[in-house]
């Protein structure tokens, strides 16, 4: 009997000895690696995007009121990428003073389908040094006849309901940029008003939100009409509340069609538009 305690005791001594061998912790290692992309100023064209849902996504293809092509798009980085031209329709010559509804904006959207919204103006700032820039905009003469001498005295053309959305941000009032929200162009004073701005960041290497494409919208889906009718009958097609003609009644009024040229001025120099 003691024999056989001892060697119990023993195997169990032994087997104490194993389960008490410490452990190695297991080694790591550690290895950085980087990822680099680099951005420069773009110097390719923007297209006009849809007015009542922007996205450089899915471009559109606007026309003008006479169902030509609108001029293309500038080249980058600091580019205006569209305006609308706009018509007034055949209005009949009255001694009364009278406020004429513009055309709307006619386009294709990215799906193929034909529509309309409200007139717009588009810009784009690819530079990538938010610099700051100042859209403005003036009207080179009165509207003046095609077939004759005669000039609209006073007339007047009033963009209203102005508003800017800009595609880098959710925001549609970016707090770096400045709009006026109506303005009337004076055909006379050859001056251009600034209309919008995007203001420069303060601090080099800071960015806000001017880069990129903007639109300044003049009305909104609720200010296309589609019953205006022209003189002769036939009908306009939509038109823009926002957008406006105001001819005096005093004014002489020839049977004619007039014409004026709206030049919209994209510069680098930042400034306040109130």
């Given at each position: 009997?003691?024999?056989?305690?001892?060697?119990?005791?023993?195997?169990?001594?032994?087997?104490?000895?194993?389960?008490?061998?410490?452990?190695?912790?297991?080694?790591?290692?550690?290895?950085?690696?980087t990822g680099t992309v680099t951005f420069q100023p773009s110097k390719d064209t923007t297209n006009p995007v849809d007015?009542?849902?922007?996205?450089?996504?899915?471009?559109?293809?606007?026309?003008?009121?006479?169902?030509?092509?609108p001029q293309a798009p500038q080249a980058g980085p600091l580019s205006i990428d569209f305006a609308s031209s706009i018509?007034?329709?055949?209005?009949k010559?009255?001694?009364?003073?009278?406020?004429?509804?513009?055309s709307a904006q006619q386009?294709?959207?990215?799906?193929g389908k034909k529509t309309t919204g409200p007139d717009y103006v588009q810009m784009t700032d690819n530079r990538g040094s938010f610099a700051g820039w100042t859209l403005s905009v003036k009207q080179n003469g009165q509207f003046k006849g095609q077939n004759s001498n005669a000039v609209l005295d006073g007339a007047e053309v009033t963009f209203g309901n102005a508003n800017h959305l800009g595609m880098t941000t959710a925001s549609t009032n970016a707090t770096d940029i400045t709009a006026l929200k109506s303005f009337t162009l004076d055909p006379l004073s050859g001056n251009a008003?600034?209309?919008?701005?995007?203001?420069?960041?303060?601090?080099?290497?800071?960015?806000?939100?001017?880069?990129?494409t903007h639109l300044m919208r003049f009305g909104n889906e609720t200010d296309i009409v589609s019953t205006e009718v022209n003189a002769d009958g036939s009908k306009r097609g939509?038109?823009?509340?926002?957008?406006?003609?105001?001819?005096?009644?005093?004014?002489?009024?020839?049977?004619d069609k007039y014409a004026t040229e709206f030049e919209w001025i994209?510069?680098?120099?930042?400034?306040i538009v109130k």
């Open positions: 009997m003691k024999k056989q305690v001892t060697l119990f005791a023993g195997v169990a001594l032994a087997t104490l000895a194993v389960t008490q061998t410490p452990i190695l912790a297991a080694q790591t290692s550690d290895y950085k690696s007015p009542t849902n922007p996205d450089p996504d899915k471009p559109v293809k606007p026309t003008n009121p006479d169902g030509t092509d018509d007034f329709g055949i209005q010559i009255t001694s009364k003073t009278e406020n004429y509804q513009g386009y294709t959207t990215f799906d008003i600034n209309i919008m701005s995007g203001a420069a960041v303060k601090n080099a290497g800071d960015t806000n939100e001017t880069g990129g939509d038109t823009d509340k926002a957008v406006t003609l105001m001819v005096p009644g005093k004014t002489d009024k020839m049977a994209l510069s680098d120099m930042p400034t």
